[in-house]
């Protein structure tokens, strides 16, 4: 599973990239709270109207379908940002030094391959979805209210590069440790002993005073 984890930072050109990219994940993060906030609201209005009014929300499933893939794919670069994608860490957890971020890169560059191919994949999907030439420039829609549905299509690719870029990131931060036998790289998730966990809470909850 995933454990604490921390990402170190300099005044290097990597360190200025990372930072640029966690912009954009935040931001992508933040959408897909937001669509989750939203899915709360639709809830109480189809729930009040139903029992208030005998008439629930017209296309209340539709509208779950488009928001689904804001809410369940939009974060993936910022949790991978931050190391909080679940993992064994039996093996790797007792690595250090090269060994460790030579296995460190292994998974990460296997990640990535395996990143670009949903990428092309879910490309090709939306591709199918969307058409120029037609109303709302859709090829489908939702079976209700007839929602266009290639938006929610291009969710999944744009997610799916934002994360190849921070596996870029980490692919050269590993790499880098690796070849240079840093301790402490920079741009890359860390991971954190109990005691280190600990105080870094405990700093948190200091700077609440």
């Known amino acids: ?99 460790l971020w030579a296995a460190e890169l292994l998974s990460v560059v296997l990640i990535f391959g395996l990143i670009l191919m949903l990428l092309w994949g879910s490309w090709a999907h939306f591709d199918r979805s969307f058409d120029m030439s037609r109303p709302l420039f859709s090829r489908d829609s939702t079976i209700d209210i007839g929602l266009p549905i290639w938006p929610s299509k291009l969710i999944v690719p744009v997610a799916f590069a934002v994360l190849c870029l921070r596996l870029l990131l980490q692919i050269y931060g590993y790499g880098r440790a690796l070849v240079l036998g840093l301790e402490t790289p920079v741009a890359v998730p860390l991971s954190m002993t109990v005691e280190q966990q600990a105080r870094a809470e405990a700093e948190q909850l200091e700077g609440r005073d």
Do not use: N
Request: hydrophobic content about 55%.
């Open 1 to 99: 599973m995933a454990g604490a984890s921390t990402v170190l930072s300099d005044q290097g050109w990597l360190s200025a990239l990372d930072r640029q990219l966690l912009k954009a994940e935040q931001f992508l993060a933040l959408l897909s709270g937001l669509a989750v906030f939203s899915l709360m609201f639709l809830a109480a209005i189809s729930v009040g109207g139903r029992k208030f009014f005998a008439q629930p929300l017209p296309g209340y499933v539709d509208w779950i379908e488009v928001l689904m893939p804001l809410m369940a794919i939009m974060g993936i670069a910022y949790v991978q940002r931050d190391g909080g994608h679940i993992r064994m860490d039996i093996l790797i957890g007792r690595l250090k030094g090269r060994l």
